[in-house]
C-alpha cells in the first residue's frame, strides 16, 4: 500500500512504534451511529450532565484565580479529600504527601505505572478481554505484552492459567475490577487468591479500579483492602467516571511513597500538572458531601430499568455486577460474527452497540456485544424500543 502514497521529498521513514493499531472500535461505531441516527450506546460516557454544583466550583476556582501550575502531584486540598474517601471506604491511609498523585485521567496514570515498572525485556501480564490501553502501554514501555483469558462466560479470573503466566521477567500484572467491557467483579477470595499468587515476586500490581463507585452487590473489593497486595499497588480511578465529567480527564493514582517515588519520575516528565481550576472545584466537591455514595443506587436503578427492558427482546444479559455496561448473548438472534452484528445492528435497527470481541487481541468471539447504559432513561426507552423488534 505504502508505495502508492506519493510522499513529499524529505519525508522521514518511520519504524512505527505501533505498528497494529488503527482507529478504534469505538469511535468507528460512533462515527456509524451519527450517520444512521442510531442511539448509540457503544462508547462509554454518559449523555447527562454533571452536578451543576461541581461546574460552579470551578467556575469559582477560576474566578478566584487559580489558573496557573499547581504542585506536580495535585493540589494538597484534592489529595487530602482522596485520601479521606479512600479511608472512609477500605479502610487504608495514604499519605497525600508521599502516595497520592492527580493524573490526567486514568489512562494517564496507566501509562505513567506502566512506563515506570516495564522496560524492554520484560513481561507485564494483562487479562483479556481488557480494556483498550494497557497493552499499547506495555509496547511503548517496550516490554512484552503476555495475554491470560479470564474464564469465558463469567469472566472471572483464572488463576492456574495467570500463575502459569508468571516467568522470572514479570515485571507487573494490570487487573481491573469492576471490570469493562463484562460488568463482573473480583470477590474479596478472588483479591485473596491473587495476594497468594504474588507473594514470592515482585510484580507489582496496577489495580484499574475507575468504576469502584459502581458495584451493585455488597461492597466494591478493591487492592487497598489488602494489605500485602496494597503494598506492591498502583491503585487507578477517575474524577471522570465517578462524576459524570469523562471529558475532565482528571484522575488519580495512589500507591506505596516507594512505587509513587518512581510512578511521580515519570509523571514530571509526562504532564507535569494537572489543570489547576478542576482539582480546585473536585477538592471543594467532594468537601461538600459524599456524592459518590449515591452512585450505586443511581447505575443500579439504570441497570435494572435496561435489563427489565432486555428481557422482552430475544438478547440474553449476561449479569452484570459493576460498571456501566451490559453485555447480552445475541445467539438467539444472530449469527453474525460480533462486529458484523454490531454494525448491523447500528445501521438496521438503530442502536450502537460495541463488539466484545475488539477486546482480545486475536478477536476471540462469543456472540457477545457490549452495551454502556449511562444514557438518560428517555434514550434507553428509545434504545428498548428498537431492540424489541429483533
Ligand atoms: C477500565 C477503564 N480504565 C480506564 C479508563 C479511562 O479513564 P479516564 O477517562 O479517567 O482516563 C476507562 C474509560 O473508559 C476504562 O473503562
New binding site residues.
Partial sequence: MNDRISVPAGTPVVQSRLPTVGTTIFTVMSALATEHGAVNLGQ?FPDFDCDPALVDAVAAAMRSGHNQYPPMAGIAPLRERIAEKIESLYGRRYDPVTEITVTA????A?LNAVLAFVGPGDEAIVLEPS?D?YSPNIELAGGTVVRVPLTPGTFAPDFGRIGAAITSKTRLILI?SPH?PSGSVWSAAELAQLQELLRDTSIVVVS?E??EHMVYDGEHQGVARFPELAARSVI?S????TYHV?GW???YAVAPAALMAEFRKVHQFNVFTVNTPMQHGLAAYMASGSHHLALPGFYRAKRDLFGAGLARTRLAPLPCRGTFFQCVDYSAVSQLSEADFCRWLTVEIGVAAIPLSAFYADGFDQHIARFCFAKKDTTLDTALERLARL
Fill in positions: 462509554g485521567g486514568a489512562t494517564q496507566i480494556y490501553s481491573n469493562n484499574d475507575v468504576y487507578v477517575s474524577f471522570g467516571k469523562t480527564k482528571v484522575g
